[in-house]
């Protein structure tokens, strides 16, 4: 039990249009501790046949999180840091309600062990201080891991974001989007 | 005898590609590893930072190196997945020798090294020393690619040594030094950062260096506009401000355009074109008839988009150019890079911060390999070998008489083309797989087949070693001291991290030893890699490529140094050419005219479509490394026929049909991806593949009279629909086709 | 003021309580067969009861987990139920006996988690019925070396004291130990070797219980050792450190990580209710336009979202939760795209 270490100063910022779909930020999700060689992060083509645009989804860790609340066994946690953790082992019984609930498409459910499985924003690298691989190894800033501070100076034309509206559902998160300068949201359907 | 010992499936059963993945808990040893060792990746040009972590001389995993000031951390899934080629199923572990029927047997070092020696010595008094030819390639460490240039020419004593580089950027090269008299990127990419716009030129920088995409978005960041040139809709194509959607093989006519368009708006630089450049009126006259009209008939860009790009790029204040292989693998490559140039020129943006132009050199040592003489024409510092003050001075080096020095040979496709009529009869070669890699690679292997004696180096068996009599089982990049030079001309530290494994030698004690077999032991007494490198040093000082300055103290404290660096107490130059002293003879930049012409294979009735080839984020080059790690394998498993619905309705093709893709060089069947991101006269096959799938089989041996690269980009072929539906990627195994 | 959920609850645990107590007083003849030195045992078992009671029946009413209880009801007593015995069996077989998901995530994990399940719950299945005097031990009348196995009062075993199947039988809770112990060790050498373990493991929830079935297994393996070599002088500390280790477990197993050998058998529930909705109509989603979960499931999911304050609803009508995970993604990418191109430019 290492007591978590986190810089609280750190955030995650996203921008999908910056993604160029290479899939470095997936191979090296598989290089974290806590989730073996599966990779928790997605990216897939939006629509191939039209457009190279690949958008790639970690979790957001939602304030409100669906994904536990849906969840039958308890076995979702969100702990003192606003990270929502993957499904508690010994609870999941793999039910997939919250690879359905999630609005933002992130849980992913295992199928051979039963379980559900999801980003936990690298918990193994961030709570020691670390940044998160995918975001450390991201080349275009799709994926961007650090203070708020530093961001704004490096995107000077863009707001991060992190309320995104779903149907009637306002959804709050942890992670970031960055949206051009002046929003406030993200209305996604 | 020169051709595989037993049947490819058989090679490829028993020596891979097998697909190599790290177990579901990761590779045992990696959460505490002995050693964190701070190198380099060992592909594409960028050379990104990166840490290996070792574990009982295994390379278990890695982590990003954020200090590293290129890439800071950032990594594509090859670099990512580099590690996984260490410890691989496939490695080759002891030297082997081809037995008809049986296969490669492990032989003894004694006895591979003696044959070895034995041949070149019967095929050299047999036929003369030029009959024996060397292959090398920029994947090598300046070190190796030093030590390869000067084993050819003085251990060999053989004018038929050239490089896969030969295929890289040649043209780039060339373009460079009739501008500039020197040829490297004239600035480090963090000049993009606040450079208005930036202009890339036939690169798919997202796919095949995708951590330059972070410059290019810290530029747009910061305002600038983005102008992409390609025949594709790349990822780094979709978001640009302009998309010019090229037609292939066209790329000179619009370069030519846009210089038409900055003379007619007067969007020039005169005082610098008074000042510091000459042939300024030459360039400007060839380009007088190239209306926007014009151009739009032969790139099939609209008239329109050149104008706008034409006005960004004359009334901008700072730019960026880049170019890569799209415009560089082509018959007329010098010709585009010289139009691309004359672009720069024209409007003074060089020398001068967040004014950068730059070839986006593709291998690991694109750069530093094309300058320390394992090209055919060329000796250490990018001195000119027919040049005999340049051959004087290195020849004082080496220790030989200057007209013992041999002259030029055969460029690498040229020297395939006469090992084809029997010219050359040895063939010794080294991290080059043109099974693969060349173009028309059915006359490639119908050449290896003629070869009475072929030695290898390497460390898988590659698709062209499978030819080989003897095999030596070499090393990896990791398993190896040495620098490299990166895109931008950073001169960067590869550190050994681990050893080569079981009987596995490192390249240049294989090298080393062979010279010593072959009498010229005196010449080649290095202890060291860092003996070759202070060899290098000398051979390249006062040269085009200035070496001296740099050791290898000076790289690991400062990560890196860009050359020139011509003495000790000198931090190196990153920014070329600030002080205006060109390094042509009038030391000014010169404007070469370009009038436009054809690509060499234009489309006609019976081959009525343009194939055009290239490379895909997951794959590096011929696959020999990158096809036999799992996850990259998966991510893009078999070669697709990327073509736009509008032709596929024409010639009645479904997705995922297989189409036979028919060129009159050979014929080949892929999946069709039918996808709007594509022009349409157009087709797209990326090349990694090998056997049945390998692209190459249909490009042409079409070179550009200056540079000799092969012109991959622009063949005429016909599409051939099967009405089969393709088998599920995965089942095609494409990754080892034979 | 208790909410209806709370009360609910108090309903159900103190009823579970009452029959247990009944059951005791009943099964071991009115206290006839009970063994006062296991009283502390009995206290512990008890309350245990209550709060394993009272935790479930909290957590069977919450939204999704009622969903999932109401649908496998359901099923279970629809005309389909008869013939979905055989595979109730064999998916208990499968998932709650052998554990077979736990073999997918790793061999040696799953070693570790059977021999201390089932260590444990050999313990309890012979200390429970010891402790409410359900079993109990006697001579057989008349004899010195003849002993008899009672249950619920009645003899249904008779065996010699020096047997075999005697020793066998008096050592079945040391048996139980060293599976436990084993179990464990195997467990705790995961939990300081493994990296992703070590980051987030935390000690109430991973390692408590661990150390508790440890401490009980040791401290009962010391009361053999007690009696059988120390000539029990150390009785005393053994007997009250066990009983202590158990008491705690006991205790603390309706709120901690053990609670979900509660809750696992809902699992064989949750594959019913896939079957059954692979059987029906299927959930396509318009991005894709493949087939993705059961209607059902979606259906339910929409329902029960909305019970926990959650509302997808998009104007027209439709919902969010109609795409699948991949819909979903693309959809925020376009939306995202959008709003970059209706700026003007995609960076800044």
């Known amino acids: ?189 | 005898m020169a051709r595989p010992p037993v049947s490819e499936e058989r090679l490829a059963a028993d020596f891979g590609p097998h697909l190599n993945y790290a177990p579901p808990e990761g590779v045992p040893g990696r959460e505490e590893p002995d050693d964190i060792v701070e190198t380099h990746c060992c592909f594409c040009g960028m050379q990104c930072g990166i840490k290996l972590l070792v574990k009982e001389n295994r390379v278990v995993g890695f982590e990003p190196w954020e200090e590293f000031p290129f890439n800071e951390g950032r990594l594509c899934p090859k670099g990512v997945q580099r590690y996984l080629q260490d410890n691989h199923p496939d490695r080759l572990t002891r030297p082997m020798e081809a037995r008809p029927g049986e296969g490669f047997v492990p032989v003894g070092w004694e006895h591979a090294l003696d044959r070895t020696v034995q041949e070149i010595r019967r095929i050299q008094q047999q036929y003369g020393k030029q009959a024996f030819g060397m292959l090398s390639g920029v994947s090598l460490t300046n070190e190796k690619s030093y030590l390869v240039g000067k084993f050819a020419r003085v251990a060999l004593q053989t004018p038929n040594l050239d490089y896969n580089g030969r295929l890289c950027m040649v043209s780039a090269g060339a373009g460079n030094k009739k501008a500039f008299g020197m040829d490297r990127a004239c600035n480090p990419w963090s000049d993009m950062t606040h450079a208005e716009v930036i202009m890339i030129c036939g690169a798919n920088v997202s796919e095949t260096f995708p951590t330059l995409t972070h410059w290019v978005w810290t530029g747009r960041d910061n305002g600038a506009k983005l102008i992409v040139v390609d025949p594709r809709l790349t990822p780094i194509a979709r978001t640009a401000d302009l998309h010019l959607a090229i037609r292939p093989g066209r790329d000179s006519a619009l370069y030519s355009a846009i210089l038409r368009e900055l003379i007619v708006h007067d969007w020039l630089d005169h005082d610098f074109i008074a000042q510091h450049t000459s042939g300024f009126e030459a360039a400007a006259e060839a380009v007088q008839d190239y209306t926007l009209d014009w151009a739009e008939t032969v790139t099939g860009i609209p008239a329109s988009k050149i104008a706008q790009a034409a006005e960004w790029w004359g009334a901008a204040k700072t730019s960026f150019l880049c170019h890569a292989r799209g415009i560089e693998h082509q018959t007329k490559g010098v010709e585009n890079v010289s139009a691309c140039i004359n672009l720069v020129l024209a409007t003074g943006r060089i020398g001068r911060p967040y004014c950068g132009y730059g070839t986006i050199t593709g291998q690991g040592n694109g750069q530093g390999g094309r300058e320390h003489g394992h090209k055919t024409d060329q000796l250490p510092g990018n001195r000119d070998i027919e040049n005999p003050e340049d051959r004087r001075f290195v020849a004082d080096i080496w220790g030989i008489p200057e007209p013992e020095l041999p002259h030029s040979g055969y460029t690498a496709y040229e020297m395939l083309e006469a090992i084809h009529r029997g010219e050359i009869k040895g063939l010794l070669s080294i991290c080059f797989n043109p099974v693969v890699s060349l173009p028309n690679n059915n006359m490639v292997r119908e050449a290896l087949d003629k070869l009475e004696f072929y030695a290898c180096i390497d460390f898988f068996l590659s698709e062209t070693a499978h030819y080989a009599d003897i095999v030596f089982a070499g090393s990896l990049q990791e398993e190896e001291d040495g620098t490299v030079t990166t895109a931008e001309g950073r001169v960067v530290r590869i550190r050994a991290a681990v050893r080569p494994p079981g009987e596995a030698r490192r390249d240049t004690a294989i090298l080393l030893e062979l010279a010593r077999r072959l009498g010229a032991g005196d010449k080649f007494a290095y202890e060291t890699s860092e003996d070759i490198f202070n060899e290098l040093r000398r051979a390249s000082r006062g040269s085009r490529a200035d070496y001296f300055g740099i050791t290898y103290e000076k790289v690991e404290k400062n990560m890196g140094i860009f050359w020139p660096c011509p003495d000790l107490d000198h931090p190196g130059t990153p920014r070329l050419w600030e002080d205006r002293q060109f390094r042509t003879p009038d030391k000014r930049a010169h404007f070469v005219p370009v009038k436009y012409h054809d690509p060499g294979e234009v489309t006609d009735d019976e081959f009525d479509v343009i194939l055009t080839t290239g490379r895909v984020v997951s794959q590096y080059l011929s696959g020999t490394q990158t096809r036999r790690i799992g996850r990259l394998v998966d991510q893009y498993p078999e070669p697709l026929l990327e073509l736009h619905p509008a032709l596929a309705l024409r010639k009645k093709i479904a997705d995922r049909e297989l189409v036979r893709v028919v060129t009159r060089r050979g014929s080949a069947i892929f999946p069709a991806q039918i996808v709007e991101t594509i022009r349409e006269d157009t087709v797209f096959i990326p090349y990694h593949w090998p056997g049945k799938k390998s692209a190459n089989q249909l490009t042409s041996g079409h070179l550009d009279p200056v540079s000799k690269i092969p012109e991959f980009k622009i063949s005429a072929c016909r599409l051939e629909p099967t009405g089969q539906t393709a088998p599920p990627p995965s089942e095609t195994q494409a990754w080892r086709a034979t | 003021m208790l909410s209806s959920l709370q009360r609910n609850a108090y309903i159900a645990a103190t009823a579970s309580t009452l029959v247990l107590v009944l059951a005791i007083v009943v099964g071991s003849r009115r206290l006839q067969n009970f063994d006062p030195a296991l009283v502390g045992y009995l206290f512990g078992t008890i309350f245990a009861c209550f709060g394993i009671a009272y935790r479930f029946a909290c957590w069977l009413q919450r939204p999704p987990t009622w969903r999932f209880f109401c649908r496998t009801g359901e099923i279970l007593f629809s005309r389909r139920g008869p013939r979905l015995i055989g595979i109730i069996f064999s998916e208990a077989i499968q998932k709650l006996l052998l554990q077979r998901f736990i073999l997918q995530r790793g061999k040696r994990r799953w070693i570790g988690h059977m021999t201390m399940a089932w260590g444990c719950l050999l313990g309890f299945a012979v200390t429970i019925p010891l402790t409410f005097g359900w079993i109990a031990f006697t001579l057989k009348q008349g004899t010195t070396s003849i002993y008899v196995a009672n249950a619920f009062g009645f003899p249904v075993l008779q065996f010699p004291l020096h047997s075999f199947l005697a020793f066998l039988i008096f050592h079945v809770l040391d048996w139980a130990s060293f599976a436990v112990i084993f179990g464990v060790g195997i467990l705790m050498y995961r939990r300081i070797t493994n990296p992703g373990l070590i980051a987030t493991q935390t000690f109430r929830d991973d390692w408590l219980p661990l150390v508790l079935l440890m401490a009980i297994a040791v401290t009962g393996l010391g009361l053999t050792l007690d009696y059988e070599r120390l000539k029990g002088s150390v009785h005393q500390f053994m007997a009250i450190t066990h009983e202590l280790t158990v008491i705690l477990f006991l205790v603390w197993l309706p709120f901690g990580k053990l609670f979900h050998i509660v809750q696992r058998p809902m699992q064989v529930g949750v594959d019913l209710y896939r079957r059954l909705g692979a059987e029906g109509e299927q959930a396509v989603c318009p991005h894709t336009g493949e087939a993705y979960a059961t209607a059902m499931h979606i259906e339910d999911l929409k329902t029960v979202t909305r019970q926990l304050g959650f509302d997808y609803t998009r104007a027209d009508g439709s919902s969010h939760l109609d795409l699948s995970p991949r819909g979903k993604r693309a959809a925020l990418a376009r939306a995202h795209s959008k709003a970059r191109q209706e700026s003007g430019g995609y960076f800044g």
């Not at chain 1, 910022?13 to 599966?38: K, S, V, Y």
């Not at chain 1, 990270?83 to 609870?91: D, H, K, L, Q, W």
């Open chain 1, 1 to 189: 039990m290492i007591a978590p270490q986190f810089n609280t100063e750190m955030e995650f910022f996203m921008d999908p249009q910056r993604c160029i779909g290479c899939h470095a930020c997936e191979m090296a999700c598989a290089e974290c501790e806590t989730n073996g060689q599966l990779p928790m992060i997605t990216v897939d083509y939006v629509k191939r046949a039209t457009s190279p645009q690949t958008v790639m989804q970690i979790c957001m860790h939602c304030e409100d999180p669906a994904c536990a609340k849906v969840c039958p066994a308890d076995a979702i946690v969100k702990d003192e840091f606003g990270v929502v953790m993957s499904a508690n082992t010994s609870r999941c019984v793999g039910c997939s309600n919250c690879v359905l609930a999630c609005p933002f498409g992130v849980p992913k459910k295992v199928e051979l062990s039963d379980l559900m499985m999801k980003c936990n924003m690298c918990y193994d690298r961030t709570s020691v201080g670390k940044r998160p691989m995918c975001a450390t190894v991201c080349p275009s800033g799709a994926l961007w891991y650090g203070t708020r501070e530093k961001l704004e100076r490096l995107r000077p034309n863009s707001t991060p974001i992190n309320t995104f509206v779903f149907g009637k559902q306002e959804v709050k998160t942890k992670v970031h989007y960055m949206m051009p300068k002046g929003s406030t949201k993200l209305v996604v359907d």
